[in-house]
């Protein structure tokens, strides 16, 4: 089974991810935890470290088309790892993954154009490409405002030395990025979604125990491996 963790930066993803394999393997399901983009392990990989750092300019220097090609190439480039695993294991945890890029770079094309451009980009990585589709795909919605405060307390990242990068520092974007993936979410687009809420009904932050308890509870209803749906 393959589970992917989507949402804006800092919504907690690669926490999630690894709380979620420390629960499943708790009840004795083989699992593992691959993230993208693959940093220091693709050819891709270096370019979108370069690109995230500004070394190709701003987001306005580069088109999404452009930035698109970058993501799904470091996806290409670790199918067959991403094959290898999910024949290997139960269960495959993705931090990031397709839908990632068609947040990310959807929010960067004219309303108008984010249509056509999602359904473009989902053909190149899961048809052209070749990558397995998720089961479940898990959504973390984080206020915009919320997220960047915890991107600022994030550890230091292997791929840039600043605080943030090109995407991050951007407000504008991360704000209709999540505007795309709840559009995705709702869609239940190429997967299985599930939107988790990371904020209490006073727009609080939660801990990130309860949001786990909060995945934990909604994957049980459509996980199909019988030593976690039973437990």
Known sequence: MLIAFEGIDGSGKGTQAELLKMKAQSLGTSVEVLSFPRYGKTLFAKCIADHLNGEFGDLTSITAQTA???????RFESRSKLIEL????????????????????GARVRPEERKDFISWLAQLEYEMFGLPRA???IYLDMPTEKALQMIYKKKQRSYTMEAVDIYERDLD???????????LANMNFHSKWLSIQCTDHNSQLLDTTEIHESIWSAIRQVIKLPSISDS
Do not use: K, P
Not at 68 to 74: I, K, V
Not at 173 to 183: A, G, K, P
């Open 173 to 183: 974007h991360l704000t209709i990025c999540r505007e795309v993936y709840q559009t």
């Open 68 to 74: 698109a090609l970058l993501f799904a190439g470091d």
């Open 86 to 105: 999910t024949q290997s294991y139960e269960l495959l945890i993705l931090d990031r993954y397709v839908a990632s890029n068609l947040a990310h770079q």
């Open 135 to 137: 089961d479940l795909t």
